[in-house]
């Protein structure tokens, strides 16, 4: 089946950092556009960041912005997010999936799929 393996999440106090890594299983990130979401309890998941296959364009949430960065590693077909100052509402759990159209630009309302496990991220003191 293909989808994709999270990892890298963890409890962290406010303020602090963590790097999530998101690898696929049986097929390469080369080709698509990859999105982070996360979903909180008792919350709607929502799309965090996206990055375009090709040039590699992306986008993110207001919530984040200045603090997440989404990148790829082609070679290692792995997507990262780094995240720093996190904050209390940052909690969740974080998935990765491939946007399902074949579009140059990633968005972050698209339609996606092969999504993962998910790993839980907590910002706790």
């Known amino acids: 089946q293909e989808q994709f393996v999270e990892s890298g999440g963890g409890l962290v106090q406010p303020g602090g950092s963590l790097r999530l890594s998101c690898t696929p299983s049986g097929f390469s990130l080369h080709y698509y556009n990859i999105g982070w979401f996360r979903q909180a309890p008792g919350k709607e998941r929502e799309g965090v960041s996206c990055i375009s296959r090709g040039d590699g364009v992306t986008d993110y949430a207001d919530s984040v912005k200045g603090r997440f960065t989404i990148s790829r590693d082609n070679a290692r077909n792995t997507l990262y997010l780094q995240m720093n100052s996190l904050k209390p509402e940052d909690t969740g759990v974080y998935y990765c999936?491939?946007?399902?159209?074949?579009?140059?630009?990633?968005?972050?309302?698209?339609?996606?799929?092969?999504w993962g496990q998910g790993t839980q991220v907590t910002v706790s003191s």
């Open positions: 999936a491939v946007e399902v159209l074949f579009v140059r630009q990633c968005s972050l309302f698209g339609e996606y799929n092969r």
